[in-house]
Nanobody, 122 residues
Framework: QVQLVASGGGVVQAGGSLRLSCTASRGTFSGYDIAWFRQAPGKEREFVAA??????DYADAVKGRFTISRDNAKDTVYLQMNSLKSEDTAVYYC?????????????????WGQGTQVTVSS
């Protein structure tokens, strides 16, 4: 069973950038889809981006601004976030599932990291 640790959150001005990291603290990411979700206060957890096999998937709200990548040698997945907006403010979570064809909903990912806060000030 894989365990995940998310890091890299912080406070940034609108238009700025942050890079989040998700690292396997136990186990390996090999054979797993890895996704980023976020949850703003009072809102449901929503999909942001995922690495699925050799493919990548993004929510429409972040396409062209966020880039997900993975370093298999380091068992780490990154989320590069550029042109940040106030509406990107949320707790960001990374999640994992054994790679399989499925929609990117929170319920399809059984393993979760602890979350990292991203605050974008306007």
């Amino acid at each position: 069973q894989v365990q995940l640790v998310a890091s890299g959150g912080g406070v940034v001005q609108a238009g700025g950038s942050l890079r989040l990291s998700c690292t396997a603290s136990r186990g390996t990411f090999s054979g797993y889809d890895i996704a980023w979700f976020r949850q703003a206060p009072g809102k449901e957890r929503e999909f942001v981006a995922a690495t699925i096999g050799w493919n990548y998937d993004y929510a429409d709200a972040v396409k062209g601004r966020f880039t997900i990548s993975r370093d298999n040698a380091k068992d780490t997945v990154y989320l590069q976030m550029n042109s940040l907006k106030s509406e990107d403010t949320a707790v960001y979570y990374c999640a994992a599932r054994i790679s399989r064809p499925a929609t990117n909903t929170p319920s399809s990912y059984p393993y979760w990291g602890q979350g990292t806060q991203v605050t974008v000030s306007s």
